[in-house]
């Protein structure tokens, strides 16, 4: 059963689909579906209910559903039956595209995929008509809804537009039959959907609060910025550049990067300085993810839909959605829970007292602000240095393999294997330190910008230690360089001479159906869609694919060994802690949500050691042997990095 709905609400869609439902005017007006790729009807659902025996088709288990982002049509007609649709009957074409690559938009991948049916392009204008509120006016009799009968053309027109939708969706669906993602990954579908289901509980008091501090806050900042510059308004960025020119102080920029460095540079003193730091002090507002935390908790009090399964679709990493887990604020503090009691209590006072940088405070506490319901707590595990130990395993770089069988010491390991210093226990913390910044940087083929770029130089590394440092540990690693040239050479075998390439650990390199596939140890495959062979500019053969870019939807985009090295194990990573997520499930487990590399579930206090999850999580699969895994962690009433 093909489907596609259209619906009105309240509430904006940007706060996620869950909580677009959870409004008291939330309405299912349009019904489209086909059943085995035959006509496709359309029920106008203003006029009346569905007949019974598509309520059953819908219900049926021995019917399968599908829709382009079916979370949105199954947690919708989930509201509009008053229960629970089942995810297990539910599939999303959506998420075929992205697991090949392709555009998640549906009128994009029609278009990218050169299909004879295409979206409809008036959809946006009768969405905006007939599915969110209008704004009163004399013209309209001051209503605040537009029904079917205030423009009945426009209302045909959006029945046709919905049934069309189907029809574009179904040859998607076809075209991309050809190459089926396989059940692992719709079993994986499946355990994210109810992850969301179940959402994560939000601490609103916690946010609501932080919101009117951070106010108060500005407003003192701002008026501060006023009595030293005496402008009328120094949140114009045109009016405090041009203050700075009268203090004989010209600045093209107002960036945050190029202040902080006229502050950590001591290129500044005086009013000059203080200006600054009060307008570095109004850029680090932290009211945006708490606005989105109060905004989008359901009336359950838990937010629904944080993830996008198969967001990252070169690798198939999850993606953020809503408060964007994956980039919440790091927290070092060591008094927490004094400053959320503080915050609560709404004592700017006390936190001006207790802490020289309060807007900072606010910023760690965001993710406090996730927390476990009353009588429970949240089980954090986290696998350790899931990417370093991956590609080692791939490369087979023994020495780094047994680091972390060992000790795993990987940083301290790494700086004496490069500047051999006599053992782990030998590693200043200097040291320590580049065989850190050298491990996070160099594994997919860095040089010297990717060490830059993390940071290096603010770390105490000098620029002319840069290049050296990357020569030696390319010399300490040469099976993970071999690695990247290896991989490289297999994927444009597979270009150039077609059959299927084998690489390390069961890797398996081809071309099918005008993409070039790399088959990971799990099964699964990696997707680089319309690739070609092209010379560069030293008239060496390159590979090009086609993908999302910076600046446009869709481009060509260069790919070479050790960017090809990163999505593999990128992706290997994302493998082993989506089958982590599957037996934790298993194992009764309640997980809330993910990041990156770290699983979080929601445990009922006194019942689970964290080490029973540790314990799933480090379970290695057949298709990993020898893959050293581990998991650490920890348990919390509120998430936090520990």
Known sequence: MSIDIETHSDINIRLGVYKYVDSPNFQVLIFAFSIDDGPVEVWDLTKSDLPQYIVQLILSPDVLKKAYNAQFERVALSKHFDMKLDPTQWQCTMVQAMELGLPASLGKCAEYLSIEEQKDTAGTHLINYFSKPCKPTKTNEMRTRNLPEHDGERWENFLQYCGQDVVVEMAIDKKLGVLPMPQSEWDLYHQDQRMH??????????AEAAIKMDEALREETVLKLKRLTGLDNPNSPAQLKEWFHSQNFPVETLA????????DNDIVSGDIKQAIELRLQLANSSTKKYIMMRDA???DGRMHGILQFYGASRTGRYAGRLIQVQNLPRNY????????????????????????????????????????????????????????????WFAGEEWVLEAFRDHGKIYEATA????????????????????????????????VGSLMAMGALEQGIKEEELQPLVDTWRKANSKIVKFWYGTQRQAIQALEKGGVVKGPKGLRFFRKAGFLFIQLPSGRTLSYAKPKLELDKWDRPKITYEGQGMKVYYEK???????????????????LLAGALLRLEEAGYDIVFHVHDEAVAEVKKGTRTIEEMNAIMSEIPDWAEGLPLGAEGFATDYYMKD
């Open 197 to 206: 289901d179940l959402g994560v509980k939000i601490d609103t008091d916690l």
């Open 256 to 263: 945050k990067g190029i202040l902080q460095g006229y502050l």
């Open 297 to 299: 908790t359901h009336t």
């Open 333 to 392: 503090m060591k008094t927490l829970d004094t400053a959320r009691s503080l915050v609560k209590a709404g004592d700017l006072e006390a936190m001006e007292m207790i802490y020289d940088d309060v807007p900072d405070v606010l910023k760690q506490l965001i993710r406090t602000s996730i927390i476990a319901k009353d009588g429970y707590e949240l089980h954090i595990s986290d696998f350790s240095a899931i990417e370093a130990r991956v590609i080692a």
């Open 416 to 447: 004496d294997q490069m500047f051999n210093l006599g053992g782990v226990d030998k590693v200043s913390s200097d040291m320590r330190q580049r065989g850190k910044v050298a491990t996070l940087a160099l594994g997919y083929q860095g040089g």
């Open 557 to 575: 985009q260069d790919t070479y060994g050790g960017k090809l090295v990163e999505n593999i194990v990128q992706a290997t990573a994302r493998d």
